[in-house]
């Protein structure tokens, strides 16, 4: 029986809730999928799915230094408003990609609005937060060279990249 270890390809339904109990995400009919070994997903996910085999279904709780890490004050800044294109509308909970000095994506979230002084968090939203996954198996095969060398999953009819 195979296992999840790393370059195997893995499909799962899980569904995400916070502490409250409040649904966060969800995924269904092996929609999800991820390239197990190469960092595709939170890292307490991926070391509680680490020898599953397919079927397997689970609950685990993951502590947010091992999800999207703790809340950093230094990723909060105020901004101009000219740093926005002009005409975007600008409230609180707007949500935009932005690229980091290292080149890694970034979800920038609005939180202030004050005049032309614009509060952003370049928090993960989830970031403080224990996570808490409803999991199931439904997939697992090996991963092509391709996926591998890439570090992430191709689609059926290859990658577009």
Do not use: C, W
Request: net charge negative; charged share 25%; glycine share 10%.
């Amino acid at each position: 029986m195979t296992k999840i270890a790393k370059n195997t390809v893995v499909s799962l339904d899980y569904t995400l809730t916070n502490d409250a109990g409040d649904v966060l995400d969800k995924s269904e009919n092996g929609q999800f999928v991820y390239l197990h070994g190469s960092n595709n997903i939170i890292p307490g996910l991926e070391a509680a799915l680490t020898d599953k085999t397919l079927n397997d279904e689970f609950k685990v709780s993951i502590e947010a230094d091992d999800a999207y890490g703790q809340k950093d004050d230094s990723k909060k800044q105020v901004v101009g408003r000219e740093m926005f294109e002009p005409g975007s509308p600008i409230e609180v909970g707007t949500q935009f990609h932005a690229q980091s000095p290292e080149g890694d994506m970034l979800v920038i979230t609005v939180t202030d609005v004050a005049g032309d002084e614009i509060t952003i968090d370049g928090n993960h939203p989830l970031a403080g937060e224990r996570l808490h996954f409803d999991v199931k198996v439904t997939d697992i095969r090996e991963a092509s060279e391709e996926e591998v060398a890439h570090g992430h999953v191709h689609g059926p009819d290859g990658h577009h990249h």
